[in-house]
């Protein structure tokens, strides 16, 4: 927050400019739950929030399906943006995958079900950046659990049926030509590139980014202005959207605040595994792949969409992130009082 204040000066042109900092704002959140590790008599388990992780992505799965399939809304989001909603199914259901790492218990694998609730919902919702944020972040984990567990015949068995059934329903529906399924591929790999097509305005407002980077590359060029080359050099495009910003948080931070913008986004993402600075942090593994999966997560869903703001998706990464540093400050300080 204190490096995008800083750029404030520089770029400020009128009121717009000086909310900047605000779009960090729920951050906050985080601190203050940290605050609260110590002082706490009671904090809710690695599997309790886990289980709240699988709970929000199946609610979030079935009702996508039954605004999809009963409702006829082509673009599922329950009330909201269908990129928000399936962003925060996304973030949700991956992070159940907490759940593996906790116990010994056989039934702990049903926290595999998480992330296929959130690609449930995200494919319903035809939102290419948190489809992609599921896979990566089902193969992070995937990788984090099976330096663990891999000696586990149960894990292995787990693992490879979900391989098996993923590739085979994947397989099924482009070859049944699933124009749902491919269309998600091609407009993907269409993102950053002009063709014609309705991706377009994502590759001009990603142009624009660079340019008010160049234009600007220290300090940027203000929250109010992050628009104004995407309205200049693409006035077909980017005017028929109504659009407010560049939906992506590595080109909204470049062009509001510049090289001191992208380095408060990297300081974000890095903020979870910053937790793992700590030895005794290391020996947690649901700290550890909590961090993991929440770094992860919130870098691919950016890349694309805005997730940083006064926005839901901003607010479970900072609850998320504030919960494991409770788990890491309380188990630390247990710690030292069995030491004391």
Same mark, same amino acid.
């Given at each position: 927050?204190? %490096?995008?204040?800083?750029?404030?000066?520089?770029?400020?042109?009128?009121?717009?400019?000086?909310?900047?900092?605000?779009?960090?704002? $729920?951050?906050?959140? @985080?601190?203050?739950?940290?605050?609260? =590790?110590?002082?706490?008599?009671?904090?809710?388990?690695?599997?309790?929030?886990?289980?709240?992780?699988?709970?929000?992505? %199946?609610?979030?799965?079935?009702?996508?399906?039954?605004?999809?399939?009963?409702?006829?809304?082509?673009?599922?989001?329950?009330?909201?943006?269908?990129?928000?909603?399936? &962003?925060?199914?996304?973030?949700?259901?991956?992070?159940?995958?907490?759940?593996?790492?906790?116990?010994?218990?056989?039934?702990?694998?049903?926290?595999?079900?998480?992330?296929? +609730?959130? #690609?449930?919902? =995200?494919?319903?919702?035809?939102?290419?950046?948190?489809?992609?944020?599921?896979?990566?972040?089902?193969?992070?984990? @995937?990788?984090?659990? %099976?330096?663990?567990?891999?000696?586990?015949?149960? +894990?292995?068995?787990?693992?490879? =049926?979900?391989?098996?059934?993923? &590739?085979?329903?994947?397989?099924? %529906?482009?070859?049944?030509?699933?124009?749902?399924?491919?269309?998600?591929?091609?407009?993907?790999?269409?993102? /950053?590139?002009?063709?014609?097509?309705?991706?377009?305005?994502?590759?001009?407002?990603?142009?624009?980014? +660079?340019?008010?980077?160049?234009?600007?590359?220290?300090? *940027?060029?203000?929250? *109010?202005?992050?628009?104004?080359?995407?309205?200049?050099? /693409?006035?077909?495009?980017? $005017?028929?959207?109504?659009?407010?910003?560049?939906?992506?948080?590595?080109?909204? +931070?470049?062009?509001?605040? *510049?090289?001191?913008? #992208?380095?408060?986004?990297?300081?974000?993402?890095?903020?979870?595994?910053?937790?793992?600075?700590?030895?005794?942090?290391?020996?947690?593994?649901?700290?550890?792949?909590?961090?993991?999966?929440?770094?992860? *997560?919130?870098?691919?869903?950016?890349?694309?969409?805005?997730?940083?703001?006064? #926005?839901?998706?901003?607010?479970?990464?900072?609850? &998320? #992130?504030?919960?494991?540093?409770?788990?890491?400050?309380?188990?630390?300080?247990?710690?030292?009082?069995?030491?004391?």
């Amino acid at each position: 927050m204190a %490096l995008v204040t800083l750029t404030v000066p520089f770029g400020h042109r009128g009121g717009q400019d000086i909310l900047a900092p605000i779009l960090i704002l $729920p951050m906050i959140v @985080t601190i203050a739950l940290g605050m609260l =590790a110590r002082p706490a008599t009671w904090v809710p388990s690695p599997t309790s929030f886990a289980l709240l992780c699988l709970l929000a992505s %199946l609610l979030a799965f079935l009702g996508g399906v039954y605004e999809f399939y009963v409702l006829g809304v082509y673009r599922p989001g329950l009330g909201n943006n269908p990129i928000h909603y399936a &962003s925060l199914a996304a973030m949700a259901g991956c992070l159940a995958m907490v759940g593996v790492a906790v116990s010994e218990s056989p039934w702990r694998y049903c926290f595999f079900l998480g992330p296929v +609730f959130a #690609l449930g919902a =995200a494919g319903i919702a035809d939102s290419r950046g948190p489809v992609a944020g599921v896979l990566v972040m089902t193969g992070v984990g @995937t990788l984090v659990l %099976l330096v663990w567990l891999w000696r586990e015949t149960l +894990f292995r068995v787990a693992v490879l =049926a979900s391989l098996v059934l993923g &590739s085979t329903a994947f397989a099924y %529906l482009v070859g049944s030509g699933n124009t749902r399924v491919a269309g998600l591929l091609q407009s993907g790999l269409d993102i /950053f590139r002009f063709t014609g097509g309705p991706d377009d305005i994502r590759a001009a407002l990603y142009t624009s980014a +660079f340019e008010a980077l160049r234009t600007s590359p220290i300090v *940027g060029v203000g929250l *109010g202005q992050i628009m104004v080359a995407a309205e200049t050099n /693409f006035p077909e495009l980017v $005017p028929q959207y109504g659009l407010e910003n560049l939906h992506a948080d590595w080109a909204n +931070f470049a062009a509001m605040a *510049g090289g001191l913008g #992208l380095l408060a986004w990297l300081l974000l993402l890095a903020a979870p595994v910053l937790l793992l600075l700590d030895a005794g942090v290391r020996e947690q593994r649901p700290v550890v792949l909590g961090a993991i999966l929440l770094t992860t *997560g919130q870098f691919v869903l950016g890349v694309s969409n805005t997730t940083f703001g006064i #926005l839901p998706q901003t607010m479970i990464y900072a609850v &998320s #992130l504030g919960y494991f540093l409770i788990q890491a400050r309380q188990d630390r300080s247990d710690i030292g009082g069995e030491q004391r």
